[in-house]
């Protein structure tokens, strides 16, 4: 009996040392494929990660994510020009009437645009990204928010009586971000809107026409050294733009942009422009499904 057991144990044990064996075996054969699939695997996060960074330039252009100070990109590497999408935008207000321009004021710089608002009024964010800054600055941007697009730019919304975003939030075109006041270095409610790329101003009248509550052009050919109170330059873009040159579509035809107003749908808007909502859609970088908000602007054309 006693012998029959150590049969068996012995038994045992020595299929278990077989199934080790040819467990290991296993898993020798199996190493080069993980190899293998790790290889396919970091091809295609460089893929991932290289479309990401076409799509969202902002993840490679910036140096760095400071939650502290607006002004961070002294050392930056500026490119020397870069194409700045503007597609899918939201006016960040619908009010239209500018009370100042960007540039020379009262022997200093004056960074933005500045438009009226009433206090409460909303303030919308002019592009998809992420709330960099939510701060008070007592003789500056009163209380301001920044916030670093996809696109690449920065814009920067000063004067706000309440913001409603916090840092690190990500935000979508046209969500509510603030409202509108007479904070900091202010005289009267308005809105101060900044639009910067790595730190360098550009005038946001060569980007937003707010009287005409649309976009100047539908990609912004941003020249390092070039952008800074480009008055003329302004000047002639919303001369273009009134006279319906600011863009063409693929037809030649004018490209045609829809505000939209209250009961609107997708298929109210396909309608009228005689576009299919599939196109709408992917010309806007929308869903079927996407809400629309009231003031934001839909290409149509
Ligand atoms: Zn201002």
Redesign the pocket.
Known sequence: MILKCIKTVAFAALALVCVNVSGQDLLARQAPIDRKLKAVDSLALIRQIKAEQSAYPAYSLYPNWDNERVHVYGTAQVPDSFRIDLTGFCMPTTHTIIT?KCGPRWRRM?N???IKVYIGDTIRAAFDGKVRIVKYERRGYGKYVVIRHDNGLETIY?HLSKQIVSENEYVKAGDPIGLGGNTGRSTGSHL?FETRFLGEVINPELLFNFPQQDIVTDSYLFVRGANRYSYQRSAAALAAAKNGKSGRNSDGGAIRYHKIRKGDTLGSISRKYHISIDRLCKMNGIRRTTILRIGQVLRCS
Request: a negative charge; hydrophobic letters at 15%.
């Open positions: 100042s004056h933005g645009l500045d000063g101060h």
